[in-house]
């Protein structure tokens, strides 16, 4: 079910959901709604400023300001692909689905989940980037399903002893620990123990 600020409820179709990066599609009847415009996450900076809109506990049109904390953050546990921006515009339960803006009014994140010891807001909150979030809507629009591509290998940081073992210059890389049989990275010829230095021209930070 969706209400609009004006009051009028209406029951949405699904289009299309992802699990994996906690996005869905949904439909409702009518056209010519006001919709808010994609800005580039890839452009966000470290300190820049953030709204985030939501119904934080049931209050609706909740809005609550912050900076980017970082950018990239993975390994939250949160889903499957994690890419998030991490704010401390305070999110809480609720807020989840609401958009990330900056000060153009631009939206150039989804709001997604905090950490947090009490279950409220706590400074570390979670956003899909906009640039992860128009590819996977534009997928779900045209197929109802998303599509990966996948090199099935398992990787793992390079610490000061595996740097020094394979006589590298430096940490600027990740280390294959293992590659999945039947795999586009067994049919490359990716093996373990293989260091990854950069990736289609870019080097690995």
Known sequence: YVKLLDGREFVAKLVGSDPYSDIAII????????????????????????????????????????????????????????????????INPGNSGGPIVNLDGLVVGINTAIISGTGGYMGVGFAIPSSMAINIKDQLISHCSVTRGYLGIMIQDLTDDLVKSFKLENKGGILISEVTKGSPGEKYDLKRGDVIISFDGRPEK
């Not at 980017?68 to 499957?80: D, Y």
């Open 27 to 90: 439909k409702i009847p009518g056209k010519n709604y006001p919709t808010l415009a994609f800005g580039d996450s890839e452009q966000l900076e470290v300190g820049e400023w953030v709204i985030a809109i939501g119904n934080s506990f049931g209050l609706s049109h909740s809005l609550t300001a912050g900076v980017v904390s970082a950018k990239g953050r993975s390994s939250v546990g949160i889903t499957e692909y994690e890419n998030f921006i991490k704010t401390d515009a305070a």
